[in-house]
């Protein structure tokens, strides 16, 4: 049985956790392939280039833009991420299913393009919860959580928008959901090839 890969959207609000939903996620399987994004960010002190993400200066990620080569792109907390559009389209075409984690601006533009994907969208249990989570992190400045609690309450409103909600209020149970989805989409009879 062949078919074309399924597209998985891992999105949700800046800290919810979906960074680690998806390492948890990937340690115990090998049969999806995650994409790895460009962006502006400067690297964080763990880490490294062409494995986190693909780092680059601003010119470099316009001038990819311009000539297309990104899926969606969005700028978060003035630094620009972008997923790569050949690794996706290619592993797709190859019928292997791939997984995107990136934020909701980038996830409703890919949304647009390609309605099909699997969009899951993960949500802090509260928005308290989401702001402990962030300054227990360390890794942000004050004003940056402002900013991204503020976003993240508007940033709820677009739930509806996706196929899935996954609370991570357990990240156990949370990575279990994520994986009972894959599964679960695997087995549609639309991502079958029955010939
Ligand atoms: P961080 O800089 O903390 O790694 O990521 C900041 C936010 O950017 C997170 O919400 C993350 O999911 C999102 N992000 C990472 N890569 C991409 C991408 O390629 N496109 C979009 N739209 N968002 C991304």
Do not use: H, W
């Not at 050949?86 to 990136?102: A, H, P, Q, T, Y």
């Not at 227990?136 to 004050?142: E, L, N, P, Q």
Request: proline content about 3%; aromatic content about 8%.
């Amino acid at each position: 049985m062949s078919r074309r890969g399924i597209l998985f959207v891992l999105s949700g609000p800046s800290g919810v956790g979906k960074g680690t939903i998806r390492e948890n996620l990937l340690a115990d399987r090998n049969d999806i392939q995650v994409s790895i994004s460009a962006t502006t960010r400067t690297p964080r002190i763990d880490e490294l280039d062409g494995v986190d993400y693909f780092f680059m200066d601003k010119a470099s990620f316009l001038l990819k833009q311009s000539r297309g080569e990104f899926l969606e792109s969005a700028t978060v907390y003035s630094n620009m991420y972008g997923t790569p559009r050949d690794f996706v389209e290619s592993n797709l075409l190859k019928g292997r299913d791939v997984l995107l984690e990136i934020d909701i601006q980038g996830a409703m533009q890919v949304k647009e393009k390609m309605p099909e994907g699997v969009f899951i969208f993960i949500s802090p249990p509260t928005v308290d919860d989401l702001l402990s989570r962030l300054c227990k992190r360390g890794k942000d400045s004050v004003e940056s959580i402002e900013e991204r609690m503020a976003s993240c309450r508007q940033e709820m409103s677009y739930m509806s928008d996706y196929d899935y909600v996954v609370i991570n209020d357990d990240l156990d149970e949370a990575v279990k959901k994520v994986e009972a989805i894959i599964i679960a989409e695997r087995c549609k009879t639309r991502n079958i090839n029955l010939e």
